[in-house]
């Protein structure tokens, strides 16, 4: 694609909804040059063959814009609109509302869509930041996270290219199961080459990646190599490769002397350990930048069971849209104008993933291309995703009940809503999926949110563990698991003397004791000092 | 619209109730046949009815067309009308090399049926989502197109609005390249059904 011609393309992606005047595109697409011309014509020193000089430039200027115009006009992206004074043509995009126009020219590819009339029933909290789309640029065209099934790669350069290829179709994370495999069953050298290099394409791409590592799957002869492989990942800092051990309290043990080993390494980086707990929850968890993702536990155990085998990964989410529960009840005190505006963004989902459906052979050609024939059993997992940020977890003067019980019950009205979609589609002929997870919003994310008010959680001994205040924290956020069926994390803050045996206990306890399938261990404030136990608001 | 209508009633009234696989009481007539003599007078209406009800939303009418005109398999379907009427089992556009000319060559053809349902992928008693809309059916007669289809299990309530607007809208395309006036629809209902549960709102629409 001519650089001239991407630039007329991403000014009318700008303006969708826009008309121009072949003068108003030249000024935007040629600013230099059309200032130049305009500057002599504005000199009253100017001669005769200065003026003549710049009536021709303006003139070329115009026919070579003309040129891509007329060009765009006959590929049918553009369309003239009318000719105005002296014959001035005209142009606006050639879609429709709703529509969006795919242009894919020498390896780049341009998006321009034209929103519908009426808008999204969100817009009106978005524009008071109560609301937003996580990724509205590619809201629809690209999903939020998908799982690839690594056993399925014959190697990592396979692997490698698919991840790749999956960048363009995604905008959170890639979630990589059975990671294990792939550091036993390859060369220590080759597998972390494949880790630098994945992790320097993570950062160039903005996306995270989540290593899963099943425990249950662990060799004993290989533990020195999976330990190597963690050191080199452990000293890479990586912002966007999270490793996450997926773990039963039995295998904890059974595997302690690993486990402390790798809990070293951790506590010696500084770096946050996350572990999940396969006895709680067998589905994976990925980590995205937003939050975490991860899949229905029923509908997990039935595809590991008829397909997983056959499967080279899933979709896990679609379209996210983030609210800040907090900025809401600030406007408004109403429950049910709450959980009106919660089916209103479940309705915008419902219309993005109509949107997404009819083109998603265009927009995930790298997804359908990489799952064939399987693309269909690809996308049987699929949740839309509402993000809850500052939803009153632990904020002095709230009731917590309270809070758990309206995102419980909004949660029950959505699953109907969910459900009734589907039977309506289905009579219409269009059996689809239309599901909607919730989960929490992590903090650090880019939108204008209200500033969070969260309890950390600290832990300094292991007896802290069976600490009255902090049972009682971990019961709140025992309920809350319940809630975001779209998962959620604690995080404990690990301060203190700490040794590797200890947090293996803790993990152990935490593992036995709490319903809480995923966590991590935040090492990051460990000073040496012995710090009595706290929980402060941040 | 009337058609939609009346028909609601005289299931609601005339219908057996029996509970389904997926536990639902439901109400049937069995081989029910509706025609709409005058398509194009209120095609939409019933559609725009059901999005009047704010506590669901109705699919899109440009959705459900491109459902039954579009020739590529969306993959987040599990099928999809237009791919088996225009590229049935890989193997044959039913409507533009088959259908058409037919009806081009000889007008008053008894032969114009095409195939939504394909025994191949559809006659497995394991597969979860099959299709409802089994064939369907063109008769010029008096020059003008007309449309039947068939419908295995057909939900009167949801189903019906865009089974009938699909059939349009392939009627008006098959109309379009025969250059041929568009008649009357047809829809015959093997399971003509409504549920329990719409009840409430099915007595709204046809107390309306």
């Known amino acids: 694609m001519n650089q001239t011609e991407y630039n007329l393309l991403l000014f009318f992606k700008k303006n969708p909804q826009k008309e121009f005047s072949t003068t108003d595109i030249l000024i935007n697409i ?5 200032k130049n011309i305009e500057e002599i014509f504005k000199n009253q020193f100017a001669d005769k063959q200065m003026l003549n000089k710049a009536k021709r430039k303006k003139g070329q200027l115009h026919r070579k814009i003309l040129y891509y115009l007329n060009n765009l006009v006959e590929e049918d992206i553009l369309k003239i609109s009318k000719q105005g004074n002296k014959g001035e043509k005209y142009f606006v995009l050639s879609l429709e509302g709703g529509e969006e126009l795919i242009i894919n020219k020498s390896k780049r590819k341009i998006i321009i869509s034209k929103p519908s009339m009426p808008a999204m029933p969100i817009d009106g909290y978005e524009q008071k930041n109560i609301a937003a789309r996580f990724e509205s640029a590619t809201w629809i065209d690209r999903l939020n996270s998908i799982l690839l099934e690594t056993t399925k790669f014959r190697n990592l350069k396979e692997l490698y290219n698919a991840i790749n290829k999956c960048f363009s179709n995604i905008n959170d994370v890639i979630g990589l199961n059975d990671f294990e495999s792939v550091i036993q069953n390859n060369e220590l050298n080759e597998s972390l080459s494949f880790l630098r290099k994945i992790n320097s394409e993570c950062v ?24 190597e492989f963690i050191k080199e990942y452990c000293d890479m800092h990586s912002e966007n490769i999270t490793l996450i051990f997926d773990v039963r309290s039995k295998e904890l043990q059974e595997h302690s002397d690993f486990f402390e080993e790798v809990i070293d390494i951790f506590i010696n980086s500084k770096i946050r350990i996350y572990i999940k707990n396969q006895d709680l929850y067998c589905a994976p968890y990925i980590l995205g930048r937003i939050g975490p993702y991860c899949f229905d536990e029923n509908e997990w155990l039935i595809y590991k069971k008829e397909f997983q085998k056959k499967s080279y990964g899933l979709a896990c989410s679609q379209s996210t849209v983030v609210v800040d529960v907090n900025r809401f009840f600030r406007e408004s005190n109403d429950l ?8 209103n963004i479940v309705k915008s989902l419902l219309s993005a993933n109509s949107l997404q459906r009819r083109k998603s052979d265009e927009y995930f050609k790298n997804i359908v291309k990489l799952t064939f024939p399987y693309v269909k059993e690809f996308f049987t997992l699929s949740r839309n995703y509402i993000r809850f940020w500052n939803y009153g977890w632990k904020e002095p003067n709230l009731n917590q009940n309270y809070v758990i019980e309206l995102i419980k019950s909004t949660k029950e009205e959505i699953d109907n809503f969910c459900v009734s979609e589907e039977t309506i589609y289905k009579s219409c002929g269009m059996p689809t999926r239309f599901k909607v997870a919730f989960s929490c919003l992590f903090s650090g994310s880019k939108f204008k949110l209200s500033k969070g008010l969260f309890y950390k959680t600290e832990i300094r001994k292991l007896e802290d563990l069976y600490s009255k205040e902090i049972e009682e924290l971990l019961g709140v956020k025992e309920e809350i698991f319940q809630a975001f069926d779209g998962g959620d994390r604690s995080r404990f803050y690990r301060t203190g003397k700490i040794n590797s045996k200890d947090i293996c206990r803790e993990f152990n306890i935490i593992l036995k004791t709490y319903k809480i399938p995923f966590f991590c261990y935040d090492f990051a404030k460990i000073k040496g000092a012995d710090i009595k136990l706290t929980t402060f608001i941040r | 619209m009337d058609a939609w209508k009346s028909s609601l009633k005289y299931i609601l009234e005339s219908g057996k109730d029996f509970t389904d696989e997926n536990n639902r009481i439901c ?23 059901l999005n009047s009800f704010k506590k669901w939303v109705y699919p899109p009418l440009d959705e459900i067309a491109d459902l039954i005109l579009s020739r590529k398999l969306s993959p987040t379907y599990s099928y999809s009308y237009g791919p088996r009427l225009f590229n049935f089992h890989n193997a044959i556009n039913q409507i533009d090399n088959f259908l058409i000319p037919l009806l081009k060559r000889n007008s008053f053809s008894r032969r114009g049926t095409v195939l939504i349902w394909n025994p191949i992928q559809d006659s497995n008693i ?10 369907i059916d063109f008769k010029i007669r008096k020059q003008k197109l007309n449309a039947t289809m068939v419908v295995r299990s057909n939900d009167l309530f ?31 209902s093997n399971s003509a059904h409504i549920f329990k549960d719409q009840f409430e709102d099915i007595q709204q629409v046809t107390s309306d």
């Open chain 1, 30 to 34: 040629f600013p230099d040059e059309y």
């Open chain 1, 204 to 227: 160039d791409y903005g996306k995270k990646l989540s290593c899963i590592i099943d425990i249950t799957n662990l060799k004993k002869e290989k533990t020195n190599k999976v330990i």
């Open chain 2, 158 to 188: 949801f189903g019906w609005p865009a089974n009938l607007y699909q059939l349009f809208v392939l009627q008006d395309y098959i109309g379009k390249k025969l250059g041929c006036k568009t008649g009357s629809l047809t829809t015959f």
């Open chain 2, 27 to 49: 109400r049937e007539v069995l081989n029910l046949v509706i025609e709409v003599k005058n398509p194009k007078n209120d095609i939409t209406r019933a559609v725009e009815i």
């Open chain 2, 126 to 135: 394991y597969k979860r989502d099959v299709p409802g809309l089994i064939s």
């Open chain 1, 336 to 343: 049910k104008q709450f959980r009106l505006f919660i089916k």
